[in-house]
């Protein structure tokens, strides 16, 4: 008697959650740009210091370390996790009012933003389960690095393939 009310608990939740999945990927679609960019966390957390001084130019290396106390160690993983998606989605956006993307750099932005939030969350794990500042701290030098290209390529992105919405775009890193 258990089993087959315990199978239709089991159905019942995977349907509540398609259901609940599915509004969101439309609404996801539907979103206006003022709502995509109010997602974005603030880059108050040292990424510009970050990518200006170790990132964007050559022969500079920075150690895991650096990086780590530059980016405010969780608070800037964090705001990386969080902010991954919504380049993306604001990637999407552009396709979707710009022309010419090719899908293979839409699947490339995505797949970064995948790995940054892998990265993110070995990170963290490193740092709260290890309390290791050093494992921490090259997993949080990948995702910078990671984070830096996707910035670099979103950007790339809209200049080449959406310049209307550029100059938003600019305004809301």
């Excluded at 509004?23 to 108050?44: C, F, M, Y």
Aim: avoid cysteine; glycine fraction near 6%; charge should be neutral.
């Amino acid at each position: 008697m258990i089993f087959p009310m315990f199978q239709v608990l089991i159905t019942a939740l995977m349907l509540v959650y398609a259901g609940y999945w599915r509004k969101r990927q439309v609404s996801r679609r539907n979103a206006t740009w003022d709502e995509i960019v109010a997602k974005l966390r603030p880059n108050d957390w040292g990424f510009e210091d970050v990518a200006t001084r170790y990132l964007y130019n050559e022969g500079i290396n920075a150690t895991p370390q650096d990086i780590w106390s530059r980016i405010e160690g969780p608070k800037g993983l964090w705001a990386m996790y969080k902010n991954a998606p919504v380049l993306v989605q604001l990637a999407d956006y552009a396709t979707s009012h710009g022309h010419g993307v090719s899908e293979e750099m839409l699947e490339g932005l995505r797949s970064d933003a995948f790995q940054i939030r892998i990265s993110v969350l070995m990170a963290l794990a490193q740092y709260v389960v290890v309390r290791s500042e050093v494992a921490a701290g090259v997993n949080a030098h990948r995702a910078t690095a990671s984070y830096s290209a996707l910035i670099a390529r979103t950007t790339n992105l809209f200049q080449e393939h959406s310049a209307l919405l550029f100059p938003d775009f600019l305004e809301a890193m």
